[in-house]
């Protein structure tokens, strides 16, 4: 009798053990879809922005050929080579979100660039964050 007894309760752990293990992996992957799903929505919502805003200059695929960039002596940036030039927080690394958002909200004038690219310090927060967004998925 203590043998089934014993057998059963390793049995029952073994099988807690398992069942523990499963709702870990389906919540993680759960997690993952839901990540997932909100950068795909940031994406679409900085594309919109990007078309709004950007396209005039940087092309409506960001390779920085736009209708107005046949104009200009000094070319937008390509988005798609990820080339970014400025290091505007001073960490040593050109071309991070903070870059990025800095650029946006203030322009390149401030930090050595063209007086050409606009500051574009009325987008909110989360606005600037798709609109990053949206440029990181253009990276080839």
């Known amino acids: 009798w203590m043998t089934s007894r014993g057998s059963a309760m390793r049995s029952n752990r073994y099988f807690n053990i398992k069942l523990t293990t499963g709702l870990v992996v389906v919540a993680v992957m759960f997690w993952g879809s839901l990540q997932a799903m909100a950068e795909s929505e940031m994406i679409t919502s ?8 950007c396209q005039t200059c940087h092309g409506p695929d960001g390779n920085g050929n736009g209708p107005v960039a046949e104009t200009m002596i000094l070319k937008p940036r390509d988005f798609a080579l990820a080339a970014f030039k400025f290091d505007t927080d001073a960490d040593w690394e050109r071309g991070t979100d903070t870059d990025l958002e800095n650029v946006i909200k203030q322009g390149t004038a401030v930090f050595g660039g063209s007086y050409l690219m606009p500051v574009w310090n009325h987008l909110s927060d989360d606005e600037v964050t798709s609109l990053i967004a949206y440029i990181r998925s253009l990276e080839k």
């Open 46 to 53: 900085g594309a919109a922005l990007f078309s709004a805003n």
